[in-house]
């Protein structure tokens, strides 16, 4: 089954660019997407479609995905970004939904 | 608003059922794919299950094939899972959650959750 591999945390200072990995087999020829959860909260789509912002998400967040990773960026990281974040495909070779198994962020 | 409300969590024991149901409001229930995702305590995310929005085809993790079915009732905009045999493993906050627009969209909306405990 088709696995993906996130970093299980990075820390970042405010006002700095915090960069979250997933790594999967030619994941770019797949659709990613990126969630984020806070503490005793359900997660929330920050990236679809590899690079596309729901409505409400702060340009800050930003996607992209070539070759075996997905990367989500997170430039002028405020304290509210802290959380963790996970990746997430539909592998179509077994009808799947896959996630990653998560990265937090620590914002120092 | 479009919302997602779950129900039917409690504390079972092993080799137990649970049914549980998720609540949809604010959008055209029958038009989108709906799952379920379940997260361990201290865990990542894991998903259970996914039905089409007619219900014609169901998808399950290799995890709880064979244990838990998906349905649906779209005159009641709800959605469902039983679980059956259940074990330690499946103790989690189980999630109802919609596609954005079509499978391999991303989820846009995600329940508050209910919790699945199963101790003896």
């Known amino acids: 089954s088709y696995v993906l591999a996130q970093s299980p945390s990075v820390s970042v200072a405010p006002g700095k660019t915090a960069s979250i990995t997933c790594g999967g087999h030619?994941?770019?020829?797949?659709?990613v997407h990126w969630y984020q959860q806070k503490p005793g909260q359900a997660p929330v789509l920050v990236i679809y479609r590899d690079s596309d912002r729901p409505s409400g998400i702060p340009e800050r967040f930003s996607g992209s995905n070539s070759g075996n990773t997905a990367t989500l960026t997170i430039t002028r990281v405020e304290a509210g970004d802290e959380a963790d974040y996970y990746c997430q495909v539909w592998d179509n070779n077994s009808d799947h939904v896959v996630f990653g198994g998560g990265t937090k962020v620590t914002v120092l | 608003e479009v919302q997602l409300v779950e129900s039917g969590g409690g504390v079972v024991q092993p080799g137990g059922s649970l049914r549980l149901s998720c609540s949809a409001s604010?959008?055209?229930?029958?038009?989108?794919?709906m799952h379920w995702v379940r997260q361990g305590p201290g865990k990542g995310l894991d998903w259970v299950s996914l039905i089409s929005g007619d219900g014609g085809d169901t998808y399950y993790a290799d995890s709880v094939k064979g244990r838990f079915t998906i349905s649906r009732d779209n005159s009641k905009n709800s959605l469902y899972v039983q679980m059956n045999s259940l074990t330690t493993e499946d103790t989690a906050l189980y999630y109802c959650v919609k596609d954005r627009e079509f499978l391999d969209d991303g989820f846009d909306i995600w329940g508050q959750g209910t919790m699945v405990t199963v101790s003896s």
């Open positions: 604010g959008f055209t229930f029958d038009d989108y794919a």
């Open positions: 030619n994941i770019g020829i797949r659709s």
